[in-house]
């Protein structure tokens, strides 16, 4: 966490402004967008992260839960952000025979490390709950989600006393690009009750545009800590050796790893 | 910090008294927060930017937003930049929709790169921004609210006596012929402001903002009852920033016109010259 580098724009801009770099050389730069390219400011700005994350620690219990609504409120679709359509040849094989071969991979600092089949998840108690997905940007959406709970799931792989992240490895390269989507949460979330590897959508099977056949819900944390298309979990001390290093593919352009704000 | 009331330089009696108005604390939290409310507005407007558009209740009907702010094709085949709002639609190319980037190029964007921290579209930064300027100012509004509450004194200093109540619309009609009293005690119009401001305007941004975060959702879930849904509170945190952007430039306004180097002075020295006539802050209790 600490030399967090804050990097790149806007995430989910469909079109990249071109030309950026150009911009950021130009004279046109205000006083405080060169401060916003000054390694001291970006780590005094990211400091901000684990304060808000130690103050809504502190006002929020473990287990206190994030509203749920009624079937009333569920939106007409749900909006589908990030990857709608993952197309690399894996994905693409599992998505054409209805992922009966999909597993799911849970290992790292485990006892137990095992797969799962989607047949394994929905035989464990599940939990169904109408909740609103907030966006980073701005936009909200409320839908009915249908999963396993993450905690009875991690309970069957026993953690060991070491882990402390979960890890969400998927199957999208996002925007075709070169890696593949990735974020983590703490045992905290990941042990909340509302916390599901959910499977299914307003009482339907979870569409390809939201995640199929596996998608994570963290109802206290923004959209993108949501990963969809879910092929492993890795349970881990530190996501320091893990892609850029920063605990997910935002954080790694410079997103703050706290998404509850 | 001396009482300058009794001030023996004669042109200075003469001109009037020089009275000690603004406490340090006063002073320094004044700047501070002029340099945070700049910060969050900007850096708020760069949020805003990512996307476009308010709506009411829970969540975003993205059919209908109550505002959005998007750039068309014109009947001429030109873009254009719109704000929808209400059944209407504004022609407003060239600073919302539609505007300027850093090199002339027009881009679609909803606030303008000038208006936006930073200018070029960058959400997360944006986001630091926001919340490190908020740390600052949000503590500091906690400690001056504690403060003017604590002492009778400085609670006297916002809340108007009996008679500035009722002198009130004579107070607005003296204001509107912008005719100025330089008195030691701020006039009823005055006080109301800045409660209205401290006591509302200020604490309402915090909390309307507390309840755009999905974990104080969960912490405190009353937020979402009072400011009626997530995307209610994203709207109402909008539309006070604009209330807050309309306090500073009426603020600074009267500000420029009534005095600006007197009330400069008063503001980074403390010291505020009043009318020779003028009742000190002690006389005018009872009035």
């Not at chain 1, 006393?161 to 490895?169: G, L, M, N, T």
């Not at chain 1, 545009?209 to 959209?223: D, I, K, W």
């Not at chain 2, 340099?35 to 930017?49: A, H």
Request: proline share 4%; glycine share 8%; charged share 20%.
């Amino acid at each position: 966490m600490r030399d967090r580098k804050l990097i790149v724009p806007d995430p989910k801009r469909r079109r990249l402004i071109t030309g950026l770099g150009a911009l950021g050389a130009s004279a046109a730069l205000t006083g405080c967008d060169s401060l916003s390219r000054n390694d001291q400011v970006k780590d005094l700005l990211g400091a901000t992260d684990r304060l808000t994350r130690a103050a809504q620690r502190l006002v929020s219990s473990r287990a206190s839960l994030a509203r749920e609504f009624s079937e009333s409120d569920i939106a007409d679709t749900m909006r589908a952000n990030g990857s709608t359509n993952p197309s690399n040849d894996d994905y693409k094989r599992h998505a054409a025979n209805g992922f009966a071969d999909w597993r799911l991979r849970i290992d790292g600092l485990v006892r137990q490390p095992a797969d799962f089949s989607i047949d394994d998840l929905k035989a464990m108690p599940s939990r169904t709950q109408i909740t609103r997905h907030d966006c980073v940007e701005g936009w909200s959406c409320i839908a009915k989600w249908t999963g396993a709970v993450l905690g009875d799931v991690l309970d069957q792989v026993r953690p060991t006393a070491e882990a402390r992240y979960v890890v969400f490895h998927c199957a999208d390269n996002i925007y075709g690009g070169p890696v593949k989507y990735y974020e983590s949460i703490d045992m905290v979330e990941a042990y909340h009750p509302q916390t599901l590897l959910a499977y299914g959508l307003n009482d339907d099977r979870l569409p390809i545009a939201n995640g199929a056949p596996l998608r994570l819900r963290a109802e206290r944390q923004l959209g993108y800590k949501m990963a969809k298309y879910v092929m492993r979990l890795e349970l881990v001390d530190s996501f320091a050796a893990i892609q850029g290093g920063n605990g997910g593919y935002w954080e790694d352009r410079g997103y703050e790893w706290w998404a509850g704000i | 910090m001396d009482n300058a009331n009794n001030n023996p330089h004669s042109t200075a009696r003469r001109r009037g008294r020089l009275i000690k108005r603004h406490g340090l604390f006063t002073r320094v939290w004044h700047w501070i927060n002029l340099v945070c409310l700049v910060v969050l507005l900007m850096s708020g407007l760069q949020i805003f930017n990512a996307h476009p558009a308010l709506y009411w209740g829970n969540d975003s009907n993205f059919d209908d937003p109550a505002l959005q702010i998007t750039a068309m094709r014109g009947d001429d085949g030109e873009p254009m930049g719109v704000v929808r709002i209400a059944g209407y639609r504004i022609n407003t190319t060239g600073v919302l929709g539609l505007s300027r980037d850093g090199n002339g190029e027009l881009d679609q964007r909803g606030f303008p790169a000038w208006a936006t921290l930073p200018g070029p579209q960058w959400l997360a930064m944006g986001r630091y921004w926001h919340f490190a300027a908020a740390w600052i100012f949000v503590p500091m509004l906690l400690a001056y609210l504690i403060y003017t509450l604590a002492s009778r004194a400085r609670r006297r200093l916002v809340w108007p006596t009996a008679a500035q109540w009722r002198g009130l619309p004579a107070t607005i009609a003296h204001h509107a012929r912008l005719k100025f009293d330089h008195k030691a005690d701020y006039n009823g119009l005055q006080k109301l402001t800045y409660l209205l401001v401290l006591f509302g305007l200020l604490p309402l941004m915090v909390l309307t903002g507390l309840t755009m975060s999905p974990t104080m959702n969960a912490a405190w879930p009353w937020l979402l009852d009072v400011f009626g849904g997530r995307q209610s509170a994203r709207t109402l945190h909008f539309i006070f920033s604009f209330a807050l952007v309309a306090f500073f430039v009426i603020h600074l306004g009267l500000v420029l016109i009534s005095g600006v180097l007197n009330n400069l002075r008063s503001m980074i020295t403390g010291r505020y010259r009043i009318s020779s006539d003028a009742p000190t802050a002690k006389d005018n209790r009872h009035a």
